[in-house]
């Protein structure tokens, strides 16, 4: 507000003073005409009534002066400030100056003496015209408080415009936020756009999906608590009937099955449990904002990791267990945590599967577009019903009706090759019994690289 009124100030004080000075040039050129030296000396005409009348126009003190350049020769009042610069003849000068105390605007123009005095050839005469500023300065006072009333006025005007505005374009947020606070708990649908502006929209766009991902995973969130209960209520109920059987038995023998029973149970119920938690986890990456951070993942690496853990399960199992990888590191994008878990399960369903003293090896391969991670075994192999149907949750084929296991290895694993834009496939060794299950990473860029899934086992 200060800029713009100091700005208003210094254009309008420049548009009087073009006004005002228009008036100072004509009483100039009016004396100039009047003054001759043709009798030898410095003679001039006054003009009494233009000078009446401009004083009478001025409102305030005029003052004239003329006098020759080296001012041997002087009319009118003596003492007025000449400017700073020199004067170029026929151009008139105006100027700011203070003349016996009063601040005056001062016009000034010089001309050669025609003819010259005292054989002064070149000579010039210098004719000085100047007013007090108290018209100026009244009028420019005036002119300013109207610029600013009419400046109040056009804001005032605007922010009235401005707060209705914003009260009209803030009515769909009030009814969007209604809407919102009137819903119940449960209900996640989208929000409705109609009627918002299009500078909601965003917001709206926005709303409706973090909504979609808070129902996404709560939907992961109610499987889990769904599989939980169907999957471990009877393991509990069969361990506390094992339990209460125990402690009825007095012969050691008994008691001893019982436990190993019941030992047999829990191994169940925790891995059970663990394989929930795993696939839990997965889909939650895979919902996450911004899923997944991919990270550089050496595949020899993983795979030689996942063995020595898994080394004691083989060894029970006397299993000949191994890793081939021609060439090494082979690194693909992906979660190590992630990646980890799918090659646990997939190694440890081929340990579960091969026949006792049988083959597992885990190959590690990559060419210019892919890299796969391959796990063999010598087992009973799938039927093509059970491969198309793999990554079904808690399906078990029919080569694991009589293992032990809840039916989610391969669930997680195609979950987790998804999340990861990764595949997997389920093929048979034929002729060679026994079942090749591979991930498979694209090398290519993530923008010419379509994540894809292929379902496979359990």
Not at 55 to 60: C, D, F, H, K, S
Not at 181 to 197: I, K, T
Request: charged content about 20%; aromatic content about 4%; some cysteine.
């Amino acid at each position: 507000m200060m800029g713009a009124l100091w700005l208003s100030n210094h254009q309008l004080r420049n548009q009087i003073d073009n006004a005002y000075d228009r008036s100072l040039s004509g009483a100039l050129r009016a004396i100039d005409h009047n003054i001759s030296t043709a009798s030898g000396g410095l003679a001039m005409e006054q003009p009494y009534l233009m000078l009446e009348f401009f004083e009478l126009t001025a409102n305030g003190s005029v003052f004239y002066r003329v006098a020759t350049e080296d001012e041997l020769a002087e009319i009118g009042h003596p003492g007025l400030p000449m400017p700073a610069e020199p004067l170029i003849s026929g151009e008139p000068r105006f100027f700011y100056a203070t003349y016996q105390g009063t601040p005056v605007r001062v016009a000034a123009l010089a001309r050669p003496m025609d003819p010259p005095l005292y054989a002064n050839k070149g000579g010039r005469v210098i004719v000085q015209v100047a007013e007090g500023l108290d018209s100026r300065q009244a009028f420019l006072h005036q002119v300013l408080l109207r610029s600013v009333e009419r400046d109040l006025a056009v804001i005032l005007i605007s922010v009235l415009v401005i707060i209705l505005g914003v009260f009209m374009a803030l009515r769909p947020l009030e009814r969007l936020r209604q809407e919102v606070e009137g819903r119940s708990g449960d209900d996640l649908s989208p929000v409705s756009a109609s009627d918002m502006p299009g500078e909601v929209l965003p917001l709206v766009a926005a709303v409706n999906l973090h909504m979609a991902r808070f129902a996404a995973q709560a939907r992961v969130q109610s499987q889990f608590l769904d599989d939980a209960s169907h999957q471990l209520r009877t393991p509990l109920s069969v361990l506390r009937t094992q339990t209460a059987f125990a402690l009825r038995e007095t012969d050691p023998q008994e008691v001893r099955t019982a436990l190993l029973a019941m030992q047999e149970g829990l191994d169940r119920a925790v891995r059970t449990t663990n394989q929930m938690l795993a696939l839990a986890r997965a889909k939650d990456a895979s919902l996450a904002d911004g899923g997944v951070m991919p990270e550089p993942v050496d595949l020899v690496d993983l795979a030689d990791g996942v063995i020595r853990t898994l080394l004691p399960a083989a060894r029970a199992r006397q299993l000949d267990i191994g890793l081939e990888a021609h060439q090494r590191p082979v690194f693909v994008s992906g979660a190590d945590w992630l990646l980890r878990e799918a090659v646990s399960n997939l190694v440890d369903n081929a340990i579960r599967y091969t026949s006792h003293g049988g083959q597992v090896t885990v190959t590690v391969e990559a060419d210019a577009s892919q890299a796969r991670l391959i796990v063999q075994d010598d087992g009973p192999g799938m039927s093509a019903e059970d491969i198309a149907r793999a990554c079904v949750r808690f399906r078990r084929g029919a080569a694991g009706k009589n293992k032990s296991g809840a039916g989610l290895g391969l669930a997680i694993v195609g979950t987790i090759a998804e999340t990861l834009g990764a595949k997997l496939v389920l093929e048979n060794r034929a002729p060679l019994p026994g079942l090749r299950a591979a991930l498979v990473f694209s090398l290519k860029s993530a923008s010419d690289a379509a994540p894809r899934h292929e379902n496979g086992q359990s």
